[in-house]
């Protein structure tokens, strides 16, 4: 009876902590588009997330610059990550020895556990300085500064779950698969990685959260100027394939420009915003594209991991 009791205890307790920290999440949204309300009784949200011009002194508020830029860093860093964390995932689950792996492990999770301004002040000492000397640019503060220190950062999320993935897949697959004598770069390519390619994706998608929302390191490397190029602007006003080309093409050029992304547009305004005023609703209105973008992409993440486990069982 008294371990029924005690069990019954932990139950309720894990029960009150469980929606003590859905109370939380709900208020924090609640408090979030609460604050956002009031810009979005003046401008109406696809005004607000497709505007070009952001500036407060004349009630413009368009928050696309932010919302294209954040998303060319995110894809610098995804360019530079996937490729380094996929080929690493594989290499410890499947090649290297197991001194190596244990080795490694630790490294990667040291990785996870620095702090986002360590990687900041580094980016902009060695990674900044490197691009302005290497390229001869006026400013070394650019996206493609703020793609490598975002594909720093992620690059432990898409190990550690990619590695986790490719462990999971039944070693009957392998050893089946080695048995109808395919070699082991075959089996590899055709049998492990198909099958751990939605964990590995779903880590993926967890980087580009992680990416999209991260703030004290970008904000030291990225330059923090919200001109959008021209091409761009352009793009937004009609519709064309000439267009589209055009951008692809100025894509290099767009890396080494200066840029601001959502949330330093936050962190740097807040303090100059008056409480209650529209430009304070409207940096809260950033936080609630910014919110939506990695809920959709937690949730997207979750379902991916979820059925990945289900398909392998």
Request: aromatic share 8%.
């Amino acid at each position: 009876m008294n371990h029924q009791k005690r069990e019954d205890l932990v139950k309720s307790v894990l029960f009150v902590f469980s929606i003590t920290a859905s109370l939380i999440l709900l208020l924090i949204i609640i408090f979030l588009f609460n604050e956002a309300i009031r810009l979005f009784q003046e401008v109406s949200f696809l005004d607000f997330l497709f505007g070009t011009k952001w500036n407060p002194e004349q009630g413009l508020y368009g928050a696309f610059p932010f919302v294209f830029f954040s998303i060319m860093a995110t894809l610098g860093a995804l360019i530079i990550a996937i490729p380094l964390g996929v080929s690493c995932a594989v290499f410890l689950a499947e090649i290297a020895p197991g001194w190596a792996r244990d080795a490694t492990r630790p490294v990667i999770e040291l990785l996870a556990g620095i702090p986002s301004i360590i990687y900041g002040l580094f980016g902009l000492v060695i990674i900044v300085r490197f691009i302005k000397v290497s390229l001869e640019l006026a400013t070394g503060e650019t996206i493609l500064a703020g793609s490598i220190i975002l594909a720093a950062m992620i690059l432990p999320i898409i190990i550690s779950i990619s590695q986790d993935s490719i462990e999971s897949v039944p070693k009957s697959f392998k050893l089946g698969s080695l048995a109808m004598g395919a070699t082991n770069w075959q089996t590899l390519r055709k049998i492990i990685l198909p099958t751990a390619l939605p964990g590995i994706f779903a880590g993926i998608i967890l980087g580009v959260g992680r990416a999209m929302g991260e703030t004290m390191a970008v904000v030291l490397v990225l330059g923090n100027s919200e001109n959008m190029p021209e091409v761009v602007k352009q793009l937004l006003g009609k519709e064309g394939s000439s267009t589209v080309m055009q951008l692809i093409n100025q894509v290099p050029e767009i890396l080494f420009k200066p840029g601001e992304a959502l949330t330093s547009a936050i962190l740097l305004e807040m303090g100059p915003a008056q409480v209650g005023g529209l430009h304070y609703s409207a940096l809260f209105a950033l936080g609630v594209i910014l919110f939506c973008i990695t809920f959709v992409l937690s949730v997207a993440s979750n379902y991916i991991l979820s059925r990945s486990q289900i398909s392998v069982r």
